[in-house]
C-alpha cells in the first residue's frame, strides 16, 4: 500500500519560514520523482516544485529563490524549505509521486496539509 505522509504545515506570519515534509512508503523511492503541489481556495491545484530520482529540481516562477525541493533516500523523504513566505503562497500543500514498477508509471498524491500566511 502507497502511502504519502505530509507533514510541517501551520500558521506563519509574513516573511517566515516552514519546511514541509512528506515520508513515502510503498514505492521505489529512489527511482520516483517528486513533487510538491498547492490549492488555494476558488483556484486550480500547481505545481510549485519538483525533482527527479536524479535531482533534478524545477520551481514555479513565483517561488523561485525562495522555495527549495531536496529528496533524502535514507529516509524515503521529500522536504520543502520555504522561506520569505508570502500571504498569496497560503493554500493546501500536497505531495506528489511518480513512481515507477513492473506496470509503468503511477501516480500518488498525499492527503494534504494547510500553509497559511497572515499576520
Do not use: H
Request: with cysteine; net charge positive.
Amino acid at each position: 500500500q502507497v502511502q504519502l505522509v505530509e507533514s510541517g504545515g501551520g500558521l506563519v506570519q509574513p516573511g517566515g519560514s516552514l519546511r514541509l515534509s512528506c515520508a513515502a512508503s510503498g514505492i521505489i523511492f529512489s527511482t520516483a520523482a517528486m513533487g510538491w503541489y498547492r490549492q488555494a481556495p476558488g483556484k486550480e491545484r500547481e505545481l510549485v516544485a519538483s525533482i527527479t530520482s536524479g535531482t533534478i529540481t524545477n520551481y514555479e516562477d513565483s517561488v523561485k529563490g525562495r522555495f527549495t525541493i531536496s529528496r533524502d533516500s535514507a529516509k524515503n523523504t521529500v522536504y520543502l524549505q520555504m522561506n520569505s513566505l508570502k500571504p498569496e503562497d497560503s493554500a493546501v500543500y500536497y505531495c506528489n509521486a511518480a513512481a515507477r514498477s513492473l506496470r509503468g508509471v503511477s501516480i500518488y498524491w498525499g492527503q494534504g496539509t494547510q500553509v497559511t500566511v497572515s499576520s
